[in-house]
């Protein structure tokens, strides 16, 4: 876009489910606040969002494994990574957080609309449920016996062991780590995103618009995703921990935390505006706005064709102009990961940085 009038940066929300490491500052919040610095020295209007993303099933398994509530995990980390970025000087407008009561507010508003304009398919499927626990179980919540290599503790979405990809139903003789109990299957109701009807109908022609001006690695992937064609994916969940559905009769039910998330942009950009007197409107509804989402990889199908697909559902949403998502960053030769504890933890990084600069002797 030639001369926008303003500019909306979002970098990708971290997952509170621990601290940030080096990898996560090299892809999504390094570059974008370089961007923002330079645009903000031009003189242009620029909002910088971000912020914590606390929903979602590993934040209900952390809390369950360590008994404190999903609300005292997200608080612990939302604080630490907030911290983190206030130390290394990633100069956001705003750090939001996906429980607080606006983000709920907003994104199920946002559901409502969606729904109300028939965008969503509704389907009732058989699920594991837990009778001892009276509730159902996400596929994190079962173990079994991997079908491809006898692992006996796969979880319902993937065996650690072999890296299979799995569903549920496919695990032999499943239990639930709530009570230890095998499951029966139970009739639920989802809603899901008609994503096959949206890539014929306008997601397919808009990302080929976008052959030149984003980078190859992002179109490239978004090409493989489109060739091998979308499917509906369901935006709801059966979980006690995230937004509820808006409507009767859905008890129990929340909605599934990519969904939530990136509205979390939304919510935190009305945060920012009302303290700041400014309209959020401007930012995310207007033709002369522009709007980059700055990602690490791994997020690509996310913000190039689930979120769009999601804004322009809902109707009244610009889209994004370019969506720089950049590779992994590797330390002695493999990928950064939180979950094999694999990183330079960024408030340990600040620690010794401290250290040095108060001219302390090195804390190890
Ligand atoms: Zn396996």
Redesign the pocket.
Known sequence: MKNPKRYLVTSALPYANGPLHLGHIAGAYLPADIYVRYLKLKGEDVAFICGSDEHGVPITLRARKEGVSPQDIVDKYHEMIKNSFAELGIAFDIYHRTSDPLHHETASAFFKEMNEKGEFIEKEEEQFFDEQEQQFLADRYIIGT?P????EN?YGDQ?E??G?SLSPKELINPKSTLSGNPPILKTTKHWYLDLEKYQHEWLEKWIDSHKSDWKANVYGQCKSWLNSGLQPRAVTRDLDWGVPVPLPNSEGKVLYVWFDAPIGYISATKAWAKENGKNWKDYWQSDDSRLIHFIGKDNIVFHCLIFPAMLKAHGDYILPDNVPANEFLNLEGEKLSTSRNWAVWIHEYLKRQRFYMEGFPDPQ
């Open positions: 991997c491809k290599c006898g692992f796969a065996c062991k072999c299979t």
